[in-house]
């Protein structure tokens, strides 16, 4: 069963975000929502695969559907089976990736095609793929000797990383960046664009 795309202009685009870590992202999310910025767009649930993650406090705390879906003694299969029948209870448009630290299995992805996004802190295709998450991401850039770096919104297909690109801003890397501060600044591009691609994607079921 696939997600169905809102069409009606008064039916909100639902979205659920799948979280692994702090929720920065998230919370940028939220924060837009708060302010009236994202008309027509609710947020259903958050998901995560890890019962102490911070993003599901910062859900619970502001007053959203927090869902620890438990990993242990499931497949890789089972596990995504269980998540997207979460989704499919929410009538999620849209799944929305915010430091989820899982490949997603290729069932789930076909489940959802072209209705999952992601954020990844680097400029694909350079530093993308299965060995650069994280930290990992931003001492690459600086190993290599990069000028500048940013971050990617992209679709996910069943690769890891290999998605449509939807869109890409960057950042200078200055000579005295370390790991830390290069996040940040990649963090900074990544709370400003992750709300308006969400909104713009909103926008084009509302006219599809």
Known sequence: METQTSTNADTPFRIAVLASTNGTDLQAIIDEMKAGKMPGIELTCIISNKKSCYALERARNQ?????????????????????????????????????????????FVKKFPQKIINVHPALIPKFCGADFFGTSVHEAVLAAGEKETGMTIHYVDEGCDTGEIILQKTCLVSPDDTPDTLKTKVQALEKQYYPEVIRQLSSQSKVS
């Not at 089976?81 to 929305?96: H, M, P, S, T």
């Open 63 to 107: 007053g959203y559907k927090a869902i620890f879906v438990n990993p242990r003694d499931r497949t890789r299969e089972e596990f995504d089976e269980k998540v997207a029948e979460i989704l499919r209870k929410y009538e999620v448009d849209l799944v929305v990736l915010v430091g989820y630290m899982r490949i997603l299995s290729e069932q």
